[in-house]
Every structure is written in structure tokens, then in C-alpha cells.
């Protein structure tokens, strides 16, 4: 099966390239490093042609509520286009938990453009919404930072290293399309303080978390479900005390 991964080459595109590759499919990985630019066609039918399936686990370069929108809304309509020019028969994407209850922040409003899009398009697809990743915790406390001061709410959040998502989504593009969303998430539940809290001390840095429930995430203020998966979820199995050992923080992040 030739499968094609825009933003092949990203933190979740390389991943899934290379299961998809160990299970024997001819997978084939599309960015802007393999010359392939979703926002202006650029190399879209050259690198579609003869592929079963389109996977985009792509990202905006730009959280910037106009910026996000037209991203999502041009690379999304520009990829819908050219696989049907080239009989592409199953259009996977990945996307976010709770999206819809996030649309106060502009990023959220495009991804559910994105989302609305694909099933708009009478192509036959499969959306995979996924917690946020244990690798997001450096960013979520950023986000978050004052000074030596991180403050965030303690709404629940059920976290799932990267791996997982790689595997959850490239088990969803060799099956059948879904025409539907499938949610999957962590095997455990956080408060997000907590989260960020646990990790930020295991790695030994010295920010205090503030619980504060007013604080917003991304510009969202969070309900206590706000970011989780509902009741049908299919649950990852890598613990968070499991991961954060083999993953140190990269040079000059937190």
C-alpha cells in the first residue's frame, strides 16, 4: 500500500513513516524539506501519484489566528484537490480532542475548519483526534510562564507520548476509511498543573506551578473536560513516569 505523509519529516510524520515502512508499505514522507508545499501545490500531484492513501499530520507554521486559518483552509483544500486528481481512495488527518470546545482560540477555529472541510469534501476519510502529547510539555509551560511563575488550570488532561499517536494513526490508514472521528488518548488522567508540575521537577527545573483555574490555555478557559477524550476512546499504553526518563529536554528547552 503507498501511503503519503504530509509533514512526513515532523515530530509525528517521522514516526509514522517509519511504522509504516516496517510493516512493509511503501510509505512515502511530504513536507517542504521533500518539496512538497501543501499552501501552493507545489510538488502535491508528483508526490500523490499511485498513493492508496493521504495521511496529514501537518502543522500551521504560525499560531497567528490568520495565519492558522489560512493555513489549514488553503493546504487542506489544495490536498482534498489533488487526491482526487490522482484517485486517492482514503483521506486520514489528524486533529485535537475537544477542538470544538476550544474555539475561542483562533488556531482551534482553524483546525475545525480543517475538520469540516474533509468531511464536507465527499471523499471518503478518517479523523483521528488525539490528546495533547507528552511532548508538548516544555510549550504548555512556556505558554504558561511569568517569570519563575507557571500558572495553569487543573483541568483534566489525558496525555500520550508521540509514539502512540504515530501508531494509533497508521493503524487507522492501512484499515477501512471510517467517514467518522475516532478520539484516542493517554492511559492516565492529570490535572494539567499536575502534569506540568511532575515533569517540570523530574527534569529538575526550578519554575513553581501555580494552580489557578481562571489561567487560560492558548486563550481557552478551561471546564474540567475541556481537553478530554469521551467515554469511547481507544487509550494508549506508555505511562507518563515511563516516558519522561528516556526523554531528557533537547538543549535550551525546558
Known amino acids: 500500500m503507498k501511503i503519503v505523509v504530509i509533514g512526513g519529516t515532523g515530530l509525528i510524520g517521522s514516526k509514522l513513516v517509519a511504522k509504516l ?12 524539506d ?25 502543522n500551521s507554521p504560525s499560531f497567528a489566528d490568520d495565519a492558522a486559518m489560512n493555513f489549514f483552509r488553503t493546504a487542506t483544500g489544495n490536498l482534498l484537490g489533488a487526491e482526487e ?32 472541510l474533509i468531511k464536507d ?23 504558561a510562564t511569568d517569570g519563575g511563575t507557571v500558572r495553569l488550570s487543573d483541568a483534566g488532561i489525558q496525555p500520550m507520548a508521540a509514539d502512540d499517536v504515530a501508531g494509533a494513526v497508521g493503524r487507522t490508514a492501512v484499515g477501512a476509511p471510517l467517514d467518522a472521528t475516532v478520539e484516542i488518548g493517554g492511559p492516565e488522567r492529570f490535572g494539567l498543573d499536575e502534569f506540568v ?7 529538575g527545573d526550578p519554575r513553581t506551578v501555580v494552580t489557578d483555574p481562571d489561567a487560560r490555555y492558548f486563550e481557552v478557559l478551561l471546564d474540567k473536560d475541556t481537553l ?27
Request: charged letters at 20%; a positive charge.
Open 21 to 32: 515502512r516496517e510493516h512493509g508499505h511503501e510509505a512515502v514522507a511530504a513536507s517542504l
Open 34 to 58: 521533500t518539496g512538497v508545499n501543501t499552501l501552493t501545490g507545489e510538488g502535491l500531484d508528483e508526490a500523490l501519484r499511485g498513493a492508496d492513501v493521504v495521511v496529514d499530520v501537518s
Open 85 to 116: 486528481r490522482a484517485g486517492v481512495g482514503h483521506h486520514v488527518a489528524l486533529s485535537v480532542v475537544g477542538t470544538e470546545r476550544l474555539v475561542d482560540s483562533g488556531y482551534f477555529r482553524a483546525k475545525l475548519a480543517q475538520e469540516t
Open 121 to 143: 469534501s465527499g471523499r471518503r476519510y478518517s479523523i483521528v483526534r488525539a490528546t495533547q502529547f507528552f511532548e508538548f510539555l516544555g510549550s504548555i509551560a512556556q505558554a
Open 197 to 203: 508540575r511532575r515533569g517540570l521537577a523530574y527534569r
Open 228 to 254: 478530554l477524550p469521551g467515554a469511547g476512546a481507544q487509550l494508549a499504553t506508555t505511562r507518563f513516569d515511563d516516558w519522561l526518563p528516556l526523554n531528557p529536554p533537547r538543549a535550551g528547552k525546558p
